[in-house]
């Protein structure tokens, strides 16, 4: 009997789309446009079709602010190589942040959002730095360290709220605008994203997680690229932890919660790593589903687990890479 | 060695020990190196010749000895700020950007605050960009332009053109200096014989190159001066007829006759 093999061959398209020619025809400039504009309008046509679910605007609010905190994950995991358990912290320091600029300092809300983002960022990378000479696992158990000790901080010297948090934030003065800014929000560091991780100071990120030693030896510090990286990755989860403390009106130790640097991994690991929008498509998958499964009580982490588990072993390859390997190949079998 | 030379001294080293554990790995070791020159280091496997590279460049600290580079001491710098004086390195086991294709693999040196104090990374034209250099050093190196070999993703380049790809990260910094830790090594004979002009093409440019090397007959085509290490001493220096006919350094190699 012969044995048979799959072979995978990239569509003539997708190799026509490569160069410059890719803007010779409609059929190929849609080819390249047309999941970037599905995701586009997909998320921009989102709030007026919830018009007609009003309880789920919250959840898909949420969502987005998710997926920011998986875009600033994956950025880290897979092209800085710092795993970064921490995700809470950066949207606890956002969250007290603005609080801070809006109740004691009386600033409105298009101020207190914008400053928490920039100083909240700024505040992460310096108390992340000591760390920074830390690879692999090491890094990731002491970031995971750092929401569980602002809690603390926070419990011990019943400052900022105590217990209580901070109450009579802000909150958004439209529900359009409270829906709009995260999502344009979201899209624009998504693309900014893609673009900057293929620019040449973000091949020089990717360089250090390639080989940290070859980065030095070219009289790069490597000190250096990672605080850069861990202040993009913190300026995204700081603005997620601002926008959700005027979501709720309140800044309180729940934004410290672990939920803040878990879901985004899961996300991650059910989007496919490296590949960004998966991150995003991954918390468009999980957030709502987890919102779903209420309806089934304390059982829903019992489903929730399953369908992780099943997800990591049946498509360990992650969603998205799943999904371009479809629309950019074709499989056949052929005889070995 | 006449009183007139000391000034083309470009890196000086006294008295490197370094010793892990209770192993000594370098012992009291000295040499200078003059600028332009072709410098060998050999000895057997475990006689600290990565180890002195691994010193000098700053990646590891020495217990004690001072590196001077130019008049300057850089002993105890870090990695990064050494090489951007102008003091390149390879690595002897060789790890590429694995998820950069080879010409993006140059972008790191080329973006390095010393090509851009150079104005290295533009090349010859004032408005150049790094992609273009990249690949023109690729080219200059042996990766043949036309073919698609340095667009290539760095992982699947086969062994040759991943030692090329350490030399030309080294090249692209526009080094002063050059560590070459083992190029020959795991190369085939015809790999090496394209090698060598390269390495005699570096020297006309005026790059002083100080080579590790296991290859003894590879090296001796190529160097100047050599030393020889064994077990973190060095046992002879100088040219090479000299250095082979050395009775330490041929036990070294070969073994003692006494048993």
């Not at chain 1, 897979?78 to 809470?88: F, K, P, R, S, T």
């Not at chain 1, 979201?186 to 360089?207: E, H, S, T, Y």
């Not at chain 1, 209420?294 to 072993?313: D, E, K, N, P, S």
Request: with cysteine; glycine share 10%; aromatic share 12%.
């Amino acid at each position: 009997m012969d044995m048979m093999r799959k072979e995978r061959i990239d569509r003539g398209i997708k190799v026509r789309t490569e160069g410059i020619y890719a803007i010779s025809s409609y059929r190929e400039i849609l080819y390249l446009m047309g999941p970037r504009l599905l995701l586009i309008v997909g998320v921009l046509v989102l709030p007026l079709f919830l018009e007609l679910a009003p309880y789920w605007k919250r959840v898909i609010n949420i969502m987005f602010v998710y997926s920011l905190l998986a875009l600033a994950f994956d950025f880290l995991a897979n092209y800085v190589g710092l795993v970064c358990l921490g995700g809470a912290f950066f949207v606890g320091v956002g969250g007290y942040f603005t609080a801070i600029f809006n109740v004691y300092l009386h600033l409105p809300i298009y101020l207190s959002i914008p400053l928490a983002t920039i100083l909240g960022a700024i505040f992460c990378t310096i108390t992340v730095l000591p760390c920074l000479p830390l690879r692999g696992v090491y890094f990731a158990i002491v970031t995971l360290m750092y929401p569980l000790l602002a809690t603390r901080v926070i419990e011990a010297l019943n400052i900022l709220g105590g217990t209580n948090g901070i109450t009579g934030v802000d909150s958004f003065p439209h529900e359009y605008a409270e829906q709009y800014i995260v999502i344009i929000v979201m899209l624009l560091f998504l693309f900014g994203m893609r673009r900057f991780v293929n620019q040449d100071i973000g091949l020089v990120i990717r360089g250090v997680k390639d080989n940290d030693q070859a980065v030095k030896a070219s009289g790069i510090s490597i000190t250096y690229m990672k605080t850069l990286a861990v202040f993009i990755a913190s300026f995204m989860c700081c603005f997620g932890g601002a926008y959700i403390a005027h979501l709720y009106m309140w800044a309180g130790l729940s934004l410290f919660a672990l939920d803040f640097s878990i879901i985004p991994i899961a996300s991650v690991v059910i989007g496919g790593g490296g590949t960004l929008v998966g991150a995003v498509i991954g918390s468009f998958i999980l957030v709502p589903l987890s919102e779903f499964l209420r309806f089934f009580g304390t059982f829903r982490i019992v489903i929730y687990c399953a369908a992780l588990t099943a997800f990591i072993v049946l498509k360990s390859e992650g969603l998205m890479v799943y999904l371009q390997r479809k629309y950019h190949q074709f499989e056949r079998w052929v005889k070995v | 060695m006449g009183k007139g030379m000391n000034d083309n001294i470009i890196i000086s080293v006294k008295g490197i020990s370094k010793s892990f554990g209770g192993l000594k790995a370098l012992i009291d070791v000295s040499f200078e190196v003059r600028a332009g020159e072709i410098y060998g280091i050999i000895g057997p496997n475990g006689s600290g010749k990565t180890t002195l590279i691994n010193c000098i460049t700053g990646f590891i600290r020495p217990n004690a000895g001072h590196v001077s580079f130019r008049g300057h001491d850089i002993t105890n710098m870090p990695p990064h700020k050494i090489a951007h004086m102008g003091i390149a390195r390879t690595f002897q086991i060789m790890r590429p950007y694995y998820s950069l294709p080879a010409f993006k693999n140059l972008i790191v040196p080329l973006w390095s605050p010393r090509a851009r104090k150079t104005g290295g990374w533009r090349g010859g034209g004032k408005h150049g960009d790094r992609d273009t250099v990249a690949v023109d050093i690729l080219e200059e190196i042996g990766f043949e332009r036309d073919s698609r070999v340095p667009y290539k993703l760095a992982s699947t380049l086969p062994t040759g053109y991943q030692k090329r790809l350490e030399l030309a990260r080294c090249i692209a910094l526009r080094p002063e200096i050059i560590f070459c830790d083992e190029v020959f090594s795991g190369l085939s004979m015809s790999e090496i014989a394209s090698m060598l002009p390269l390495i005699e093409k570096l020297k006309m440019d005026g790059i002083t190159l100080i080579m590790v090397e296991h290859r003894l007959r590879e090296l001796f085509r190529v160097a100047d001066r050599v030393m020889a290490l064994n077990f973190g001493e060095k046992i002879a220096e100088g040219v090479y007829s000299e250095v082979i006919e050395d009775k330490r350094v041929k036990e070294a190699y070969l073994g003692s006759e006494e048993v």
